[in-house]
């Protein structure tokens, strides 16, 4: 509700010019709704940490907001009352304040694991930690961070923004890389696999973007699918990655469970192609021979050569000859023999 010394104030406030919306104008009681009142009060008013009210309460597009010496305090229909402050209200700003993607908070802040705090807001959730700064965390990337137990799981705080990439988006975390494309959702990447993706090129080279999270399979070993291809790791092996014809040959193996183990290098050159090393053999490719189970490309036996002509100048009909352009041929020049001159008399192929 607003009373009689709210409307008052605002009117008063519209018509100072230069100072509109200071404290000076008005007492708080005259200048705050209830809801705004009410949470600055929550948080020890003047003698809180947001300190005395610097403007009176001003109306956004959709809701109202009052700023005081440390902070500002946001209200909105859907939202509450919530106060801003230090690096959220920074990083808040920095997005559009409550027209941009978070829009209005939703909480206060929250303290968390390891010195941290968060915030809720409408499209997301601000995190801070000592070590990280300020970073939002929204849509299918708060969903996943969510489910892998959000700061207190491998991925820690967020250390950036979300990065738009060719296809999709990114954003680090202290223990990893998460990744989003329309086609795949979105999936970490941390580890060695992380230390695999960098060397295969990232999303830009022959894995694409991750498709899954990390799985658990045979020997104490994990594995993780991408859009073109598949990256392993076991104690014994490290982490490798499989792509196009590699992969397929080693799932005609069974994959880790089949003959060939887990791979233990990354696709290397060899004469005549590539190769993969494995725990219990090799594939080697080339655009000649596709892939080769425990064959080498050099091996495999090329097209018998055409055989070379006699030394010298020699046809071996007179279609030959005459393709050569060297028809007809006399007696005495090259490539001339008695077997192409059919009537004997000294001119052949004419």
């Known amino acids: 509700m607003r009373g009689r010394g709210f409307a008052a104030a605002l009117a008063l406030l519209a018509g100072v010019a230069g100072g509109a919306g200071t404290a000076g104008a008005a007492q708080a009681a005259d200048c705050l709704q209830p809801a705004v009142q009410a949470r600055w009060d929550q948080l020890g008013g003047a003698a809180g940490p947001l300190g005395p009210l610097t403007a009176c309460e001003q109306p956004t597009a959709t809701g109202t907001f009052a700023t005081f010496r440390s902070g500002a305090v ?54 801070w930690s000592p070590g990280t700064a300020a970073h939002s965390v929204t849509g299918s990337f708060l969903q996943l961070f ?16 979300e990065v738009p990439i060719r296809g999709g988006v990114f954003q680090l975390f202290q223990g990893g890389v998460a990744y989003w494309s329309p086609s795949t959702g979105a999936h970490t ?9 960098a060397r295969t090129g990232y999303e830009g080279g022959c894995l694409g973007y991750p498709a899954t999270q990390e799985l658990p399979t045979t020997g104490g070993g994990v594995y993780q699918r991408f ?31 089949g003959s060939l183990g887990y791979p233990v290098s990354d696709e290397h050159p060899v004469t005549g192609g590539l190769r993969v090393d494995f725990q219990r053999g090799f594939v080697e490719w080339s655009a000649a021979t596709g892939a080769l189970v425990n064959r080498t490309v050099a091996s495999v036996t090329a097209p018998a050569p055409t055989p070379a002509p006699p030394s010298g100048t020699y046809y071996a009909n007179c279609a030959a000859a005459r393709a050569a352009g060297a028809a007809p041929l006399y007696r005495g020049e090259p490539g001339y023999r008695p077997a192409l001159d059919r009537d004997g008399d000294g001119v052949a192929c004419e």
Do not use: K, M
């Not at 402050?85 to 909480?107: K, V």
């Not at 990447?189 to 993706?197: A, T």
């Not at 790791?233 to 990655?241: D, K, L, N």
């Open 227 to 257: 859009q073109g291809g598949t990256a392993y790791w076991s104690p014994a092996s490290g982490a490798h990655a499989l792509c196009g014809a590699f992969l397929e040959a080693y799932a005609t193996t069974g994959y880790e469970n």
């Open 189 to 197: 990447v941390s580890g060695s696999f992380r230390d695999v993706y």
């Open 74 to 127: 946001y209200w909105s229909p859907a939202s509450g009352a919530w106060d801003v402050s230090g690096s959220f209200r920074d990083l808040w700003a920095s997005t559009g304040w409550e027209n941009g993607f978070l829009r209005y908070p939703t909480s206060g802040e929250s303290r968390i694991a390891r010195g941290g705090v968060f915030q809720g807001y409408q499209g997301g959730t601000l995190y």
């Open 146 to 161: 969510a489910s892998l137990g959000y700061e207190n799981g491998f991925l820690g705080y967020p250390t950036s923004q």
